[in-house]
């Protein structure tokens, strides 16, 4: 069996993983949410690791951790179970990397594996961030029009969660369901930014709360910040569209150099272990991995627009 086809295994065994981890947390979240409309009592307390999570959330690791679960829609998961499975997942291609290529590209495997998890949140919430973006015009119509037929904010906002697609479905649902237990507009629709940060929904946010506090022609302001969103959509895949290529070559620099690397090991099995047992080696393997590092980040850095 080649080392190619060991490592594509390798990533679907990890992959199909994630995904069976991830429908059972959905579904011990479901049952636990049944069981609480049953019994109030706090159950979950005496449960080990549902206070570990709650230690863990405390901490400045752990509610970044939580932020980027609940901006990327999994809703079941918790930071303590994510960092099991990103731990587990690293030791396990740490031991297949280590019996192809080395103990140093194991170590190597590690470090990619915890980055490459972190970077996946990201992106998947990026691409959460984004869709929502995208319905945020339709959005404000739907709120100008509950206000121009006379429906408080709060009203109007439920319409919206009922009437709109996913994640704007979830994401109101949940500002609804915040308002109806007592929570203010304002630290309602504040959480909704924390979830999923952007400059538009910044805007439309404080738009209701000033509109909320201080009265005005709600009406029109809501029909204006409809207008200027569709016209930021357009002006975003405009941009997304331009720079694409240079963002496909940021990755193919990491790429080829870690293909590289273990195409090498392969030739000639301990190569990379040679290399770094000696002063010369470490210069060497050092520096190509600085340049490679420095490439792709100054490639991300240049494709990278702020809107």
């Known amino acids: 069996m080649t080392p190619v086809l060991i ?5 679907v065994t990890l992959v199909l993983l994630v995904t069976t981890v991830a429908v059972l947390q959905q579904d011990v979240a479901y049952r636990r949410r049944l069981l609480a409309a049953v019994d109030a009592r706090p159950t979950w307390r005496s449960d080990l690791l549902g ?3 709650v230690r863990f959330r ?7 951790i939580a932020a980027l679960l609940a ?7 918790t930071p303590t179970v994510f960092v099991l499975l990103v731990t587990g997942a690293a030791l396990a291609a740490a031991f297949v990397t280590s019996l192809i290529a080395g103990r140093i590209a194991a170590v190597l495997a590690v470090v990619i594996v915890v980055a490459s998890s972190r970077r996946w949140l990201q992106k998947r919430r990026e691409a959460r961030i984004e869709k ?6 339709e959005l404000a119509r739907l709120l100008a029009n509950g206000a121009q037929a006379g429906l408080g904010v709060r009203r109007s906002i439920e319409l919206a969660a009922r009437e709109m697609e996913e994640p704007a479905a979830t994401e109101l649902g949940q500002v609804g369901a915040e308002l109806a237990v007592g929570q203010s507009l304002q630290g309602a629709l504040g959480h909704l930014a924390e979830r999923l940060p952007s400059r538009e929904l910044v805007v439309l946010v404080q738009t209701l709360v000033i509109q909320g506090k201080a009265g005005g022609a709600l009406v029109t302001a809501l029909q204006n910040i409809a207008a200027t969103l569709d016209e930021r959509r357009q002006l975003r895949r405009e941009i997304k569209t331009a720079v694409v290529g240079a963002t496909f070559s940021g990755y193919a620099v990491v790429l080829i150099g870690g293909f590289a690397v273990i195409f090498m090991n392969v030739l000639s099995p301990g190569a990379l272990d040679t290399m770094f ?18 490439g792709f980040f100054v490639i ?8």
């Open 132 to 137: 929502f973006i995208g319905q945020l015009p």
């Open 7 to 11: 490592a594509a295994m390798l990533f």
């Open 300 to 307: 991300n850095r240049i494709t990278k627009v702020k809107f």
């Open 58 to 64: 405390r901490t400045r690791w752990g509610s970044a």
């Open 277 to 294: 047992g000696t002063l010369i080696g470490q210069l060497v393997l050092g520096t190509a991995a600085a340049l490679f590092l420095i």
């Open 51 to 53: 206070r570990i999570d």
């Open 71 to 77: 901006g990327s829609g999994l809703v079941g998961w």
